[in-house]
């Protein structure tokens, strides 16, 4: 009985067992199952985060591009608005009034007399007289476009002599059709010279201008072309115009005391240290107009009484003191010639110039001291920034010492360009 009790007992423990094991079996299946199915939906998951990663980074370099695309727009359109603006954002000075006897020194190709008969500066062609230092025949070798820009002005102007050629700035007085004199009667009445008439001038014009001498050295190059600057303005002295100086010249007449006093306040808070030719020589910068034309360039009824009355009597300056124009790069070695203190200083500085600068070219008249002494100092009318975008087809070629052509507007400096008005102060 024992034995069956522990038989049966046995047998009880061991079916218990068997199916613990079973079900320790089962539910170790479920958790692999379980295991894998989370492996499973992890993984796919993991892969779906993957792939937004993915995705969110494409995003992301999209819209680099297209914010690097759209900054690259801005910047495009922005250069445009630079370029419009370099167009239009400054009001243009004004150099001539349609009543001036206008004489431009050292033209290269004539663009900028064309450009100045053009609209809106409207010079009349009556009252122009355009020069060049070259030969005709040089003239039109050197510069690609002078010869068809010559043909322009003669062929509008109906006469050859609006445009001369071998004109030396440091002796105007030598051509007849600059002075209005001519040698003998028969000259006169063939060029139509009135006998009661010395032509004078109430603008002269020289552009940009340079020896061209081809010195190595920095200081020779600038003393040729002081001296240069210095026989140009005794030449022209005795040809300007006489009459009341303009309003904006006499403006800057007025505040002349105004700044005497404040740069005197200057020099004693800096111990009196001296003052830069710049700041020195800065009186009566204005951009002021003349009253005499619209901001247009034109003036209606009486621009073309005007125009008549030059067809009829060409070269009839008007009754105002002339002025000296010279057009500069605002860029050394130009700034070092100093051409405000030249202008003020002319019959003491022109003596040294004579002694220390490079011998003109051979031919040309030798200015004499005395001819500087009475041609007297200048005074700055005003100056202002020159913009040669606002002189239609206007290209300032120049030639190197090779005779090779190029623009000086296109030089990599890109720097400002300025033109200063000068007005006779007296006899020294």
């Keep these: 009985m024992?034995?069956?009790?522990?038989?049966?007992?046995?047998?009880?423990?061991?079916?218990?067992?068997a199916s613990?094991?079973?079900?320790?079996?089962?539910?170790?299946?479920?958790?692999?199952?379980?295991?894998?199915?989370?492996?499973s939906v992890s993984g796919a998951s993991a892969r779906a985060n993957a792939e937004k990663k993915r995705e969110k980074k494409r995003r992301r370099l999209d819209e680099g591009e297209e914010q690097r695309e759209g900054a690259a727009s801005e910047v495009q359109r922005g250069k445009q608005?630079?370029?419009r603006e370099s167009a239009v954002g400054h009001k243009p000075t004004r150099l001539f009034e349609i009543d001036d006897t206008v004489l431009l020194i050292g033209e290269g190709d004539f663009s900028f007399a064309v450009s100045l008969v053009a609209s809106p500066h409207a010079v009349a062609l009556q009252q122009l007289l355009a020069t060049s230092y070259d030969t005709e025949a040089s003239c039109y070798a050197k510069y690609s476009n002078a010869s068809a820009n010559v043909a322009k002005l003669r062929e509008a102007a109906g006469r050859q002599d609006v445009v001369i050629f071998e004109v030396d700035g440091g002796n105007l007085a030598k051509h007849p059709e600059v002075t209005g004199l001519s040698k003998t009667a028969a000259k006169a009445k063939a060029r139509g010279d009135d006998v009661r008439f010395r032509r004078s001038w109430s603008k002269i014009y020289w552009g940009f201008p340079h020896v061209g001498q081809g010195h190595a050295d920095e200081t020779r190059n600038i003393l040729a072309n002081q001296l240069a600057l210095s026989r140009f303005l005794v030449s022209a002295a005795s040809l300007l115009s006489v009459g009341?100086?303009?309003?904006?010249?006499?403006?800057?007449?007025?505040?002349?005391?105004v700044i005497a006093k404040s740069r005197k306040r200057a020099r004693e808070a800096h111990d009196g240290g001296p003052l830069s030719d710049e700041e020195h020589f800065s009186d009566g910068?204005?951009?002021a107009q003349s009253d005499n034309v619209d901001e247009d360039g034109e003036g209606g009824e009486e621009t073309t009484a005007l125009r008549s009355e030059f067809a009829r009597v060409p070269y009839r300056a008007p009754t105002r003191a002339g002025s000296?124009?010279?057009?500069?790069?605002?860029?050394s070695p130009y700034t070092a010639w100093e051409l405000p203190k030249l202008a003020k200083s002319l019959p003491t500085l022109y003596p040294q110039l004579l002694r220390t600068a490079p011998a003109p070219p051979k031919g040309q008249h030798t200015v004499t001291t005395q001819e500087a002494a009475d041609a007297g100092s200048y005074r700055v009318w005003r100056s202002f920034d020159f913009y040669p975008e606002d002189y239609v087809d206007y290209k300032h070629v120049r030639t190197d010492a090779k005779g090779k052509e190029g623009d000086l507007f296109k030089d990599e400096s890109k720097a400002s360009c300025r033109c200063w008005e000068l007005g006779r102060s007296g006899p020294a």
């Design 2 to 17: 024992a034995k069956k009790n522990l038989k049966a007992a046995l047998a009880g423990h061991h079916s218990r067992k």
């Design 20 to 39: 613990a094991d079973k079900a320790a079996r089962v539910e170790d299946a479920q958790k692999r199952k379980a295991e894998s199915i989370k492996r």
């Design 81 to 83: 608005n630079v370029s």
């Design 244 to 257: 009341p100086v303009p309003s904006y010249a006499q403006q800057g007449v007025a505040k002349k005391g």
């Design 285 to 287: 910068e204005e951009d």
């Design 324 to 331: 000296i124009l010279i057009s500069l790069r605002h860029v």
